[in-house]
C-alpha cells in the first residue's frame, strides 16, 4: 500500500509509517496515588514526575521518538570542538530548506530567540507577531521591548473554521508599522501558530505580511518549530497549491522571510537542538558574538556533535509525505472525536495538538481562577493524562506585574511525535469525556507561589473553595 494510495483514499485507515523498535514500559498508577502527586506538585503538571503521567501531552517538544536512521547517525557524530564534519552536515540540511546565508546553532529554540532579541531588543521598541509564544514573549519583553499580537479575528474565535486561523491581520500590522514608525526591529510570524490552537499560516498571507514590511523597511522573521506541519496545511487547504511537494513550500516560506528561529525539538523530531538564521551579515556578527558568551563556538553552539547529526537526518524525515500524511491525520482522529462528543475544541484542529477550549467548557469558572489549570489538574487525576493551559496562567500577566485574562484560555493536547500508537489516543478520549460529563463540578484555582517571569512552568496552586 503506497502513499499514493492513501492520498487518494482507497482505505479509510491511516497507519503509522514506522514499525516499533524498541519500547518503554509506562507505570499504572491509581487515581488516589495521582491526586497525591498532583498535591505535592503544587497542583502543577510541570512539577509532576513523568514517572507519575501515564500519556503525556504536556508538549510535543523534544518527547518524539528519534528514528532509526536517527541514531545511526548519532553514531556519525564528530566531537571536534571547531569545524566538526557534523557541523556541515547540519548547515547542508538547514540551507537545503531554509536557504539564509548565515545558520547559527544553539541548544533549543528559546536560545535562539535570547540571541536575537538580545540584539535587537530594546526597550521603547515593539515586535508584532501573529501571536507570540511564551519563550518568544518572554525574550522580547527581557529586552525591554514591547511584544504584541496581531492574528486575524477567526484566530480568537475557537469554534471558527477558517482554514489559515494563524494569519497575520495585514491591515492591523500595518497600521502598527506606520504609527511605530523607527520602533519596530522585526517582524515575527508564528507557523503553526502554537498560542492560538496549532493553526497554519497561509503563503498568500506571508506574502502580504512580506510586502507590508518592505513597505515599511523592517525585516520579516519566523518562529518556524512546525515549518513542516505549517507547509501540509498549505498543501492540502490553500488554492493552487495542491500537490506540490512539501519541501518545495519550506523553501517557499523561507524566501518570503528574512531570518528565522527554530526549535529542532518539534518538527526535526530530534531531543535537543534549534538555530537562529539570518541574511544580514552584521545582524550574524553580532549573534555569534553572543553565541560565544552563552552557547558555544559557532559550529557547535551548545550542541554535541551527534545531535547535529540527528537534526539532519530528522529534517530530511520531517517533510516526508507519508509521515506528515499520518501526522496530521492522527491528530485530527483525537480531536474529531472530542468535537462529536460535545468537547468543546479549537476548530479545524491543528496540527501538532488538540487545544480544548476550557473557558467553554468550564463557563462557571472565571478566567482569574484559571479554568484551564482546572482542567489540566482533572485530566491527570482522572486518568493520568498531563496536559498544558494554554489561557490566563501562561498570558495573564502583565509585564508591570498586573494581570487579565488571556484571549482564550485553553487546554493543549501536544502529540508527541511517533511516540504513541491510536489505543494511547483512544484511552484520551475516553479520559476526556469522562472528565467532560463532570465539568460542573470542577472549581477554580489560586497561585500561591510564582515566579517574575515565565511562571506557569513553577507557579504553585491550591484550589478554590
Known amino acids: ?135 518568544t514573549r518572554a525574550n522580547v519583553e527581557a529586552s525591554g521591548a514591547e511584544a504584541v499580537d496581531l492574528v486575524v479575528a477567526e484566530g480568537r474565535d475557537p469554534a471558527s473554521r477558517h482554514p489559515f486561523k494563524g494569519n497575520v491581520d495585514v491591515g492591523a500590522l500595518s497600521a502598527l508599522l506606520a504609527s511605530r514608525a523607527g520602533q519596530v526591529p522585526l517582524v515575527m510570524v508564528t507557523v503553526t501558530n502554537n498560542s492560538g490552537g496549532g493553526q497554519p499560516v497561509s503563503l498568500a498571507n506571508l506574502r502580504e505580511v512580506r510586502a507590508a514590511c518592505d513597505r515599511a523597511g523592517v525585516p520579516l522573521f519566523l518562529d518556524a518549530c512546525r515549518f513542516a506541519e505549517n507547509a501540509w496545511f498549505i498543501r492540502e487547504r490553500e488554492p493552487g497549491q495542491s500537490g506540490r511537494d512539501v519541501a518545495d ?93 460535545g468537547v468543546p475544541v479549537v476548530l479545524p484542529i491543528g496540527g501538532h495538538a488538540v487545544y480544548v477550549d476550557a473557558r467553554a467548557l468550564l463557563p462557571h469558572v472565571p478566567p482569574l481562577e484559571y479554568p484551564g489549570q482546572s482542567l489540566a489538574v482533572a485530566l491527570y487525576e482522572r486518568g493520568g493524562i498531563r496536559s498544558c493551559e494554554i489561557g490566563t496562567v501562561m498570558f495573564g500577566r502583565r509585564p508591570d506585574g498586573t494581570e487579565e485574562p488571556a484571549a482564550m484560555d485553553l487546554v493543549r493536547l501536544a502529540i508527541p511525535r511517533r511516540t504513541y500508537t491510536q489505543s494511547h489516543v483512544d484511552y484520551v478520549i475516553e479520559v476526556c469525556e469522562a472528565v467532560a460529563r463532570d ?23 491550591a484550589p478554590l473553595g
Open 1 to 135: 500500500m503506497t502513499g499514493e494510495q492513501h492520498e487518494r483514499g482507497e482505505f479509510r485507515t491511516i497507519i503509522e509509517p514506522f514499525r516499533i523498535h524498541s519500547v518503554e514500559p509506562l507505570v499504572m498508577a491509581t487515581r488516589a496515588e495521582r491526586e497525591e502527586a498532583i498535591r505535592e506538585a503544587g497542583f502543577n503538571l510541570f512539577s509532576l514526575r513523568a514517572q507519575d503521567v501515564l500519556v503525556d501531552l504536556l508538549t510535543d517538544s523534544g518527547t518524539g521518538a528519534m528514528s532509526r536512521d536517527q541514531w545511526a547517525a548519532i553514531q556519525r557524530g564528530d566531537e571536534s570542538y571547531a569545524g566538526s564534519p557534523s557541523w556541515f552536515a547540519f548547515e547542508r540540511a538547514v540551507t537545503e530548506l531554509f536557504p539564509f546565508r548565515h545558520v547559527i546553532p544553539t541548544h533549543q529554540g528559546r536560545a535562539a530567540e535570547r540571541i536575537l532579541f538580545g540584539v535587537v531588543g530594546a526597550p521603547g521598541l515593539v515586535v508584532p507577531s501573529n501571536t507570540h509564544f511564551d519563550t
Open 249 to 341: 513550500i519550506v523553501r517557499e516560506m523561507a524566501s518570503l522571510a528574512d531570518g528565522m528561529t527554530m526549535s529542532a525539538k518539534k518538527d526535526p523530531m530530534c531531543n535537543i537542538g534549534g538555530w537562529l538564521a539570518c541574511n544580514d551579515d552584521e545582524l550574524a556578527r553580532q549573534a555569534r558574538n553572543l553565541l560565544v558568551l552563552t552557547e558555544g563556538f559557532p559550529t557547535y553552539g551548545g550542541l554535541a556533535g551527534r545531535d547535529l547529526e540527528a537534526i539532519a537526518q530528522g529534517l530530511s524525515e520531517a517533510v516526508s509525505h507519508d509521515y506528515l500524511r499520518y501526522r496530521i491525520r492522527s491528530t485530527a482522529y483525537l480531536g474529531e472525536a472530542l468535537d462529536r462528543a
Open 439 to 461: 465539568a460542573g463540578s470542577l472549581g477554580g484555582y489560586r497561585i500561591v507561589d510564582e515566579p517574575p517571569q515565565l511562571r506557569h512552568f513553577t507557579a504553585r496552586f
